[in-house]
């Protein structure tokens, strides 16, 4: 008898065992597709963007500065109002990613990124791509700040943890000027710490780049200057 209950109570055990095997299995393996999916969405866009250089004028730049409506910029918030045209200094020129304005693009070799970078940096915007906060624009003068959320997984700036000083940054706007940036520092702080956003930098184009950490309790700020 007592062999019979062991023997039940293995098979419980194996058949919870093999549950929590196949949703796992299941949470990477939808993990690992929506990267893929997105990753493929993303490079579609940017060889479109890319390609309208070489067809198409594109209009000049507005730089005015965007307000910022609450301090940490992952709240689950749409703390930028979407309706406020050119809310972060940036015009799409009429390109969109996912039904939002699209003002440029990011590559950084070291960690294999390359996506749109939207125009606002609503809740629902950084689920689709990264955004910029607040600043004059990309490639302006002055610090732009650009946010993405940490997935884990390698989506957006979930690898932000690994970028060190002298990594660069390329930041391509919708005039097609291709810029390089060179990371100079990099912190964590609170989620209640803003002064990045509105740092000086002397006149000089400087990019924030901000995510969360993995433990999503504090963020990771780095800065870089254009070469």
Do not use: W
């Amino acid at each position: 008898m007592f062999s019979g209950k062991y023997n039940k109570f293995l098979t419980v055990i194996l058949t919870i065992t093999i549950i929590a095997i196949i949703g796992l299995v299941a949470y990477f393996g939808y993990d690992m597709y929506r990267k893929y999916y997105i990753d493929k969405e993303a490079q579609e866009a940017l060889d479109d963007f890319d390609s309208s250089f070489m067809t198409n004028g594109v209009s000049e730049e507005t730089n005015t500065t965007g307000d910022v409506n609450a301090i940490d910029p992952f709240a689950n918030t749409e703390y930028i109002d979407p309706n406020a045209q050119g809310s972060s200094g940036n015009t799409s020129d009429g390109k969109t990613y996912k039904g939002f304005p699209m003002v440029g693009k990011i590559e950084i070799p070291k960690t294999d990124v390359e996506y749109p970078v939207l125009d606002s940096a609503s809740a629902k915007a950084i689920e689709v791509a990264v955004a910029v906060l607040t600043g004059p624009g990309l490639n302006q003068p002055g610090n732009t700040v650009i946010i993405g959320h940490n997935y884990r997984n390698g989506l957006f700036f979930s690898n932000n943890k690994k970028l060190e000083s002298g990594d660069k940054v390329y930041i391509t706007d919708t005039s097609g000027n291709r810029v390089s940036y060179t990371i100079y520092n990099k912190y964590t702080t609170s989620p209640e710490d803003a002064e990045y956003i509105s740092r000086d930098t002397g006149g000089k184009r400087e990019i924030t780049l901000v995510t969360c950490t993995d433990d999503v309790k504090q963020r990771i700020v780095i800065f870089a200057s254009a070469d």
